[in-house]
């Protein structure tokens, strides 16, 4: 039995072996691309662009919030399970005495300006929310997004070296001359400080030349007062001072929440080619994504669902040192396949309707949203011409 065992063993790890040998040998042949080698590049693209998982960001606090949509989705995310949520409404009327002038002409002393009182009504609201996150939102959230991990070039990795520790930098880079008045000018009164010289700031006409941008000065701000400015008055003083009140408490922030993940599942539509100028072999296939873990705050903030599928369009080049290396820097995701379409048998295709595109056209149908007309000839990608 052990024997046995022993010879198990030893095919199943001789098989392993011969699918990793099958891989390697196809990522480094350029007559042959495999469905695994482009599902590991995509793969890997995903995890360094970090586009394998997304996230979205609530506000929490107390703070006002007067955009409908906004307090819309807040309330999803109550029914979610995602946040508590709270909504408190402070309105009221205003009146406004204003002073305005007009022109009258009287016969006795002719044409002047009168003033004359008038009265403006305006009516004021303010929508105050109270989010916070509940247990389930809790355990979703996240402390910041992780940042892309760009693959590093070591044939091109540069020196390291710091710009101030060289004389060059350490310079004042001012110049300062006699100021000269102009002798046409009135005298200053004797209390006015009198500027002695000008001073050429050299070291930021320096940056705005290496950095191609202007350095703005400092806006100064100049109080206006005005003895006749409008009087607005409260018709409800208990509300407006109940908000005045509450406006020293309002306080906010962002949390970020995941939302979901995309997994590879699986690479088609494989070609290999020349390309027509440069003669250099390239390989160009359709890869389907898999959306997965999709939580409550992703259903109500960006739509999606588990289990829908996108595809893109990626390309490859083979290098003789390298292998094959995907060219693409992200995917252009998209709902439909316009080559699984043509390929496809006629008649219903099953999943066709499974889409983040779908999934918005059923939600926008339940709340009564018109839709827009479907066109009548689907494009054709032109990566698809190779």
């Given at each position: 039995m052990k024997?046995?065992?022993?010879?198990?063993?030893?095919?199943?790890?001789?098989?392993?072996?011969?699918v990793?040998?099958?891989?390697?040998?196809?990522?480094?042949?350029?007559?042959?691309?495999?469905?695994?080698?482009?599902?590991?590049?995509?793969?890997?693209?995903?995890?360094?662009?970090?586009?394998?998982?997304s996230?979205?960001?609530?506000?929490?606090?107390?703070?006002?919030?007067?955009?409908?949509?906004?307090?819309?989705?807040?309330?999803?995310?109550?029914?979610?399970?995602?946040?508590?949520?709270?909504?408190?409404?402070?309105?009221?009327?205003?009146?406004?005495?204003?002073?305005?002038?007009?022109?009258?002409?009287?016969?006795?002393?002719?044409?002047?300006y009168?003033?004359?009182?008038?009265?403006?009504?305006?009516?004021?609201?303010?929508?105050?929310?109270?989010?916070?996150?509940?247990?389930?939102?809790?355990?979703?959230?996240?402390?910041?997004?992780?940042?892309?991990?760009?693959k590093?070039?070591?044939d091109?990795?540069?020196?390291?070296f710091?710009?101030?520790?060289?004389?060059e930098?350490?310079?004042?880079?001012k110049?300062?001359?006699?100021?000269?008045?102009?002798?046409?000018?009135?005298?200053?009164?004797?209390n006015?400080?009198?500027?002695?010289?000008?001073?050429?700031?050299?070291?930021?006409?320096?940056?705005?030349?290496?950095?191609?941008?202007?350095?703005?000065?400092?806006?100064?701000?100049?109080?206006?007062?005005?003895d006749?400015?409008?009087?607005?008055?409260?018709?409800?003083?208990?509300?407006?001072?109940?908000?005045?009140?509450?406006?020293?408490?309002?306080?906010?922030?962002?949390?970020?929440l995941?939302?979901?993940?995309?997994?590879?599942?699986?690479?088609?539509?494989?070609?290999?080619?020349?390309?027509?100028?440069?003669?250099?072999?390239?390989?160009?296939?359709?890869?389907?994504?898999?959306?997965?873990?999709?939580?409550?705050?992703?259903?109500?903030?960006?739509?999606?669902?588990?289990?829908?599928?996108?595809?893109?369009?990626?390309?490859?080049?083979?290098f003789?040192?390298?292998?094959?290396?995907?060219?693409?820097?992200?995917?252009?995701?998209?709902?439909?396949?316009n080559?699984?379409?043509?390929?496809?048998?006629?008649?219903?295709?099953?999943?066709?309707?499974?889409?983040?595109?779908a999934a918005?056209?059923?939600?926008?149908?339940?709340?009564?949203?018109?839709?827009?007309?479907?066109?009548?000839?689907?494009?054709?990608?032109?990566?698809?011409?190779?």
């Amino acid at each position: 039995m052990k024997k046995r065992n022993f010879f198990a063993h030893e095919a199943m790890g001789l098989a392993v072996l011969a699918v990793s040998l099958m891989i390697s040998c196809s990522s480094n042949d350029p007559d042959k691309l495999s469905a695994g080698t482009v599902e590991d590049l995509v793969e890997e693209l995903l995890e360094e662009s970090a586009q394998d998982q997304s996230y979205v960001t609530v506000r929490v606090g107390k703070y006002e919030e007067n955009d409908w949509a906004a307090r819309a989705r807040l309330m999803q995310l109550q029914a979610a399970g995602v946040i508590t949520y709270k909504v408190e409404r402070f309105a009221w009327w205003n009146k406004t005495l204003a002073v305005d002038y007009t022109y009258r002409y009287y016969e006795t002393v002719g044409g002047r300006y009168e003033k004359i009182g008038n009265v403006y009504y305006d009516f004021e609201e303010h929508i105050v929310v109270t989010v916070g996150l509940t247990d389930e939102g809790k355990i979703i959230c996240v402390d910041s997004i992780p940042q892309p991990q760009p693959k590093v070039d070591k044939d091109m990795e540069q020196p390291e070296f710091n710009p101030a520790d060289f004389p060059e930098s350490k310079i004042n880079l001012k110049e300062n001359w006699k100021y000269i008045p102009n002798p046409d000018a009135p005298p200053a009164p004797a209390n006015v400080k009198q500027k002695k010289e000008d001073t050429y700031d050299l070291g930021k006409a320096l940056r705005e030349e290496q950095s191609g941008v202007k350095e703005s000065a400092p806006v100064e701000h100049h109080e206006v007062y005005d003895d006749e400015a409008p009087k607005r008055l409260s018709l409800d003083i208990k509300t407006s001072m109940a908000w005045e009140k509450l406006k020293d408490q309002l306080h906010d922030e962002d949390v970020i929440l995941k939302s979901s993940r995309l997994k590879v599942k699986k690479a088609r539509f494989i070609q290999i080619f020349d390309d027509k100028t440069t003669g250099v072999r390239c390989g160009c296939a359709e890869i389907i994504i898999e959306m997965t873990d999709v939580t409550p705050a992703g259903r109500v903030m960006e739509q999606k669902y588990d289990g829908i599928r996108l595809c893109a369009p990626v390309s490859l080049v083979f290098f003789y040192d390298k292998g094959w290396i995907l060219q693409d820097k992200s995917l252009n995701l998209s709902a439909v396949s316009n080559l699984g379409i043509q390929t496809a048998k006629s008649g219903t295709i099953v999943g066709g309707d499974v889409s983040a595109t779908a999934a918005k056209t059923a939600e926008n149908m339940a709340l009564g949203v018109p839709q827009a007309d479907e066109p009548d000839e689907v494009e054709v990608s032109p990566w698809l011409e190779y």
